[in-house]
């Protein structure tokens, strides 16, 4: 059945867009308020009254590796004061927060750019997985997930164009003389791993990894729709190769896209599951959407085909992908915990002193909830049910990038004010525009598929 | 109440004994058991069997575990013999927590999966030593064997099961 894009929609995405850009340009001037170091000490003066102290953000921008981490239970005070002694460069604390206000526009702009990018390809991973494992329950939601794959490249560019844009606002190994001996931005680590690290080698691998998901993407959807009406499977075979293909390049490229548009915002953290941390999260996200989408054109009859088993089906792996991030999550946490070396846990002190709330609510939000929402069977049938865990899921993995991104960049001085809900906004009108707008383009019922019978009766 | 007299009506094929369930269930009559040589699909909605109360045992069972695993570690940790691995405070169960968290999440599993298993056995009344309850040795095989209690209706309901495909009718006396 053909999907017409109904203008209620096409409407409130547009009017989102609109929204989130003027949200978006007032808080790039907000931020620009603050020029000098003055204007930054009459705002700290200010908020003095109900700060405390603790304004002093533990900037992991700077983190000195010899600084000397306190355990996660309060002596952290001690910490944040050797480190400014520490710290070869004398920058002021107004200085800093200084950047920090400039930082924030740039960084909830990419907090939200990346997580619907993000969601565009844990759903192309999850079609992927189908096409290679030849499942027969899901080829009735192939063209819904192939819709949500179309925002894989222009999300993507969107997330590289944001990062050319706010250089080393966000990214603090692009500063100038960060790799020069001598100069005063110099930082032996940074230099260390400035073979990796450095701005053409960036750019040309995020095209690489962009190049190959989207090449993959146009390929199998236009065997997809060949598919439909021909005589035979050989379109189907095709996309079984290059499905395989694509997924064996999608885990390295997924892992090396992680560490570069996400891990690198703190160059001297590493963490070796990042790939796997961040896989986890998009691939939750993106099965969720998928889910939503898929209830949404349901209920308008446009999916008569599709029965209350695949809901089942795409609840239970939203359930068992939010047990494997939790997974991940702890994992990460826990190795960084016990070992307790400086240049590693600095990561997650900064998360439990200045980001308690979003750190711990997301697993809250990530874990727990869906692990008690959608644990019962018949829960999983309940659309109204799927529907709320999957918006707490969405949430919470929002929440998840912003806590890989902020406190790199913003420090303490987080907020989810204008710029980050504007952001928000503004992706989400483009994503639902682009996927709507996808969804139109083909029949939603991929007809030839060969497991279509299958999947049409798949009762659990 | 069981009645005395029961049939055994055999059959061969899967798909035909599952038609045959519907038909005589949709006849009203009461079907007592059925034995397989493997699980069929979608049998015990055909015989209208309450659906299995299992998962919530299992999830009993697993906080009863996820328990275990804290107050063991409490006092083997914590009370009775503290000790200082990498540095880490062990005087309180909280700041050492994430890690037991393996720990709980073992034993959860651990209580919830064995505990399922030996409710699931003795639920189906096997347990060592057991004589096997199945009436004909070929359900172990290739047949089905569908019981169904007799109630002065015999030849009707052989009339019916014959139509519904069994190739064996048995009329047995359950002697107890």
């Known amino acids: ?74 002596e952290e005070a001690h910490a944040e004061d050797g480190h400014h002694a520490a710290e070869g460069h004398g920058m002021s604390h107004e200085e800093h927060v200084l950047h920090q206000i400039h930082n924030r526009p740039y960084a909830a702009l990419y907090v939200a750019a990346f997580f619907f990018f993000m969601i565009a390809l844990g759903a192309l991973a999850f079609y992927g997985i189908q096409y290679a494992s030849q499942a027969g329950w899901s080829p009735v939601l192939f063209r819904v997930m192939e819709g949500i794959t179309a925002y894989v490249l222009p999300g993507g560019l969107i997330v590289l164009a944001i990062a050319f844009a706010a250089d080393s606002h966000l990214f603090v190994w692009l500063k ?66 290059i499905s395989a293909a694509f997924l064996v390049f999608y885990i390295y490229t997924e892992s090396m896209m992680s560490w570069d548009w996400i891990m690198s915002v703190d160059p001297h953290w590493f963490s070796t599951l990042f790939g796997w941390y961040v896989f986890a999260s998009m691939f939750v996200s993106g099965i969720t959407v998928i889910a939503m989408i898929t209830m949404y054109l349901k209920s308008r009859d446009y999916l008569p085909f599709v029965n209350d088993s695949h809901l089942h089906d795409l609840a239970k792996f939203m359930f068992a992908i939010s047990i494997f991030w939790t997974y991940l999550w702890f994992s990460q946490f826990m190795l960084i915990w016990y070992s307790n070396i400086p240049e590693e846990v600095t990561y997650f002190v900064t998360r439990f002193q200045d980001y308690q709330l979003p750190f711990l609510g997301m697993v809250v939000m990530n874990f727990v909830f869906p692990l008690l929402m959608l644990m019962n069977s018949d829960y999983k049938r309940i659309p109204w049910f799927v529907v709320m865990a999957g918006i707490v899921i969405l949430c919470g993995h929002y929440i998840d990038v912003f806590n890989m991104i902020m406190p790199a960049t913003v420090g303490d001085r987080w907020y989810i004010g204008i710029p980050e809900i504007s952001s928000i906004l503004l992706f989400a009108g483009l994503f639902l525009l682009i996927v709507f707008t996808a969804l139109t383009k083909a029949p939603l019922l991929a007809k030839r598929n060969p497991f279509m019978k299958e999947s049409e009766h798949f009762h659990y | 109440m069981e009645a005395s007299k029961v049939i055994h009506a055999i059959y061969t094929d899967d798909d035909v004994l599952m038609n045959a369930v519907k038909k005589v ?74 890690a037991f968290v393996p720990i709980m999440f073992e034993l959860t599993v651990f209580f919830a999966a064995h505990l399922m298993v030996i409710t699931f056995y003795l639920r189906s009344r096997m347990w060592p030593f057991k004589k096997a309850e199945n009436p004909d040795p070929r359900t172990t095989d290739d047949h089905f064997l569908m019981e169904i209690p007799v109630h002065g209706n015999e030849s009707e309901l052989t009339q019916l099961l014959k139509e519904t495909g069994a190739v064996e009718i048995n009329l047995v006396d359950k002697a107890h």
Request: proline share 3%.
């Open chain 1, 1 to 74: 059945m053909e999907y017409k894009i109904s203008n209620r929609l096409r409407m409130a995405s547009i009017v989102l867009i609109i929204l989130g850009l003027l949200g978006v340009g007032y808080g790039f001037w907000d931020s620009h308020q603050y020029q000098t170091e003055a204007d930054v000490k009459a705002l700290l003066a200010s908020e003095h009254g109900d700060h405390h102290g603790d304004a002093h953000a533990s900037d992991t921008h700077h983190e000195e590796t010899s600084h000397e981490i306190a355990d996660s239970h309060g």
């Open chain 2, 25 to 98: 269930k949709s006849e009203r009559h009461h079907i007592e058991e059925i034995y397989t040589p493997f699980p069929v699909h979608g049998l015990d909605k055909a015989m209208g069997l309450e659906p299995t109360r299992i998962a919530i045992a299992s999830f009993m069972y697993g906080c009863v575990g996820l328990t275990v695993a804290v107050v063991m570690m409490n006092f083997i940790m914590i009370q009775d013999w503290p000790q200082n691995i990498g540095g880490k405070p062990s005087f309180s169960y909280l700041e050492n927590m994430p």
């Open chain 1, 176 to 241: 100038d003389g960060i790799t020069e001996p001598g100069h005063e931005n110099y930082d032996a680590l940074v230099a260390g791993k400035s073979g990796w690290l450095n701005k053409t080698g960036f750019f040309i691998r995020g095209l690489i990894f962009l190049g190959g998901w989207s090449l993959y993407r146009h390929f199998s959807r236009k065997f997809s729709i060949a598919q439909d009406n021909a005589d035979d499977n050989r379109n189907f075979k095709k996309n079984f190769r």
